[in-house]
């Protein structure tokens, strides 16, 4: 028998269950997972009705803090999350093999990150509002590459463009062309 225990998750020596009473999100579906008075709250998993499911830290009925969404149509982001939005550092997978890593800020790609296509092609930079924007460099699956600055997913202001045969071109980029 245990005696004496005033803090911890016993109740008369016993370890209380986690609630894994179904709960209603936004999305629909089922919780499974701690509470916090009444609310999705610490660690848990989401059920949703589609089949997608998180699995990862709740705050007041919302995914915040580390966490994994698998999607059903094959989707993935794992990384950080902010009242149900991505925010901070994560990995967001496709289903065709696109990815992209990096920092997310409302749900959108900002600040540094690594985009890579299908095909193979990579951009490897700065990004404000889900748009390359700031220092960048775009290497086509070609070998080709340009490094310099971003506009609203542009090539814009300085750059270099090196082409397959080792050709350099170096200048000012407006509208994604050397001008």
């Not at 894994?20 to 499974?32: A, D, L, M, T």
């Amino acid at each position: 028998m245990i005696k004496n225990i005033k803090k911890g998750n016993l109740v008369s020596g016993k370890i209380k269950k986690v609630n894994s009473e179904p709960k209603q999100h936004i999305h629909g579906g089922e919780y499974v997972g701690e509470k916090k008075d009444g609310k999705m709250h610490g660690e848990g998993t989401y059920f949703y009705n589609d089949g997608s499911k998180y699995v990862g830290q709740w705050k007041d009925d919302a995914m915040h803090g580390q966490g994994t969404h698998t999607w059903v149509s094959g989707e993935k982001y794992i990384g950080e999350w902010a009242n149900d939005i991505k925010h901070g550092n994560g990995i967001y997978t496709w289903d065709d093999g696109e990815s992209y890593v990096g920092h997310w800020e409302n749900d959108m790609k900002c600040g540094y990150g690594i985009y890579t296509w299908a095909n193979g092609e990579t951009y490897i930079g700065e990004w404000k509002n889900d748009q390359r924007h700031g220092e960048g460099t775009f290497i086509w699956n070609d070998g080709g590459k340009y490094i310099g600055q971003w506009e609203n997913d542009e090539r814009q202001g300085k750059g270099m463009l090196i082409e397959p045969n080792g050709e350099v071109f170096m200048g000012e980029f407006k509208n994604g062309r050397l001008i």
